[in-house]
């Protein structure tokens, strides 16, 4: 199985400064069709997860575009260029390469300082 | 508008078991895979089963391989997870998802004694 390592698992930030979270795959994520299917997840406190971004760095439909996602291979990055209140919350990568199993990451919890 | 409504959870005993529902509406139900996703109380997202749009091929995490079952019924737009032989450690909101695109709002587990 694929392993997804995210850091840090904690993050603290001040609004209107930036955030960066990494994810690091076990295996190349490079499917055999050319695509990289890495995507970030959003789930905001007593909410449900919420697709941010698929394919490594397509921003899903009503996605603000301060969020962006970079990576390729085995390492991958989600960006917040400036944080905002409503951002608060635990954010996932996950896999969809080498299925089954889909796999995530530990989630890496986003607070204002 | 896509909608994904689970129903069906609640307290089970060990070793009992429960049936899980997920209304879909807003989109062509049978053209698209489902999904099953956990997340145990205060815990990160764990991927359970997955099934196909006509319901041919499913796949299961290992952890409920053989205990598990996920189907669907395209003419009433439904997906089900069929839950035998509980345990505590299946505790948790269980999710259904489009594609792991679109989430429902989840629905709790509890197996406890």
């Known amino acids: 199985d694929v392993v997804m390592t995210q850091s840090p698992l904690s993050l603290p930030v001040t609004l209107g400064q930036p955030a960066s979270i990494s994810c690091r795959s076990s295996?190349?994520?490079?499917?055999?069709?050319?695509?990289?299917?890495l995507n970030w997840f959003q789930q905001r406190p007593g909410q449900s997860p919420r697709r941010l971004i698929y394919?490594?760095?397509n921003r899903d439909s009503g996605v603000p575009d301060r969020f962006s996602g970079s990576g390729s291979g085995t390492d991958f990055t989600l960006k917040i260029s400036r944080v905002e209140a409503e951002d608060v919350g635990v954010y996932y990568c996950m896999q969809a390469t080498h299925w089954p199993p889909w796999t995530f990451g530990q989630g890496t919890k986003v607070e204002i300082k | 508008e896509v909608q994904l409504v689970e129903s069906g959870g609640g307290l089970v005993q060990p070793g009992g078991s429960l049936r899980l529902s997920c209304a879909a509406s807003g989109f062509t139900f049978r053209s698209y895979w489902m999904h099953w996703v956990r997340q145990a109380p205060g815990k990160g997202l764990l991927w359970v089963s997955h099934i196909n749009g006509d319901g041919s091929a499913t796949t299961y995490a290992d952890s409920v391989k053989g205990r598990f079952t996920i189907s669907r019924d395209n003419a009433k737009n439904t997906l089900y997870l069929q839950m035998n032989s509980l345990r505590a450690e299946d505790t948790g909101v269980y999710y259904c998802a489009r594609g792991l695109e679109y989430w429902g709002q989840g629905n709790l587990v509890t197996v406890s004694s």
């Open positions: 295996q190349s994520l490079v499917h055999s069709d050319g695509n990289t299917y």
């Open positions: 394919k490594v760095s």
